[in-house]
């Protein structure tokens, strides 16, 4: 079984669309640890405050069909993966780290590992709390 660090964050009708992602991820891989829910100002646009948290998964699945799977996860809720990048969304669901693996282009893949929203505190702060001795497996801290 594989460690996956989620970042989650909503900004329409967060409530609810962080609840239907909190029980599609119990439903799917058991039990799950979750961070507090912050809100914050929304990054790179004009528009409402996210809430964010973060999740840790135990999971069989590999990085991309794990992707793949919070992907169909953002669909089911509404998200419109057509709208520019930074924009309102109904769920954002991304892996943030994939226990120590280190994963990108120069590895030929469009998935990148660690994150690179890393450097943003609505990422940072939720897995802190969760995961307070993780360390990461590029920098090291």
């Known amino acids: 079984m594989h460690a996956a660090y989620l970042s989650l964050g909503s900004n329409i009708d967060p409530?609810?669309?962080?609840?239907?992602a909190a029980a599609a991820l119990r439903g799917r891989f058991g039990e799950a640890t979750f961070s507090a829910v912050l809100r914050t100002p929304a990054v790179g646009f004009?528009?409402?405050d996210f809430f964010n948290a973060a999740a840790i998964v135990h999971t069989d699945l590999e990085p991309q069909a794990l992707d793949d799977w919070l992907h169909a996860l953002e669909a089911a809720q509404g998200r419109?993966?057509?709208?520019?990048?930074?924009?309102?969304?109904t769920l954002d669901v991304d892996i943030v780290y994939f226990d120590d693996r280190v994963i990108g282009p120069a590895h030929g893949s469009h998935l990148q590992l660690p994150r690179p929203e890393l450097r943003h505190a609505f990422v940072l702060q939720p897995l802190a709390q969760?995961?307070?001795?993780?360390?990461?497996?590029?920098?090291?801290?």
């Open 80 to 89: 419109d993966r057509s709208a520019p990048r930074f924009s309102s969304r």
């Open 130 to 141: 969760i995961a307070p001795d993780f360390v990461d497996p590029v920098d090291g801290r």
């Open 46 to 48: 004009e528009g409402p």
């Open 15 to 20: 409530e609810r669309h962080l609840r239907a």
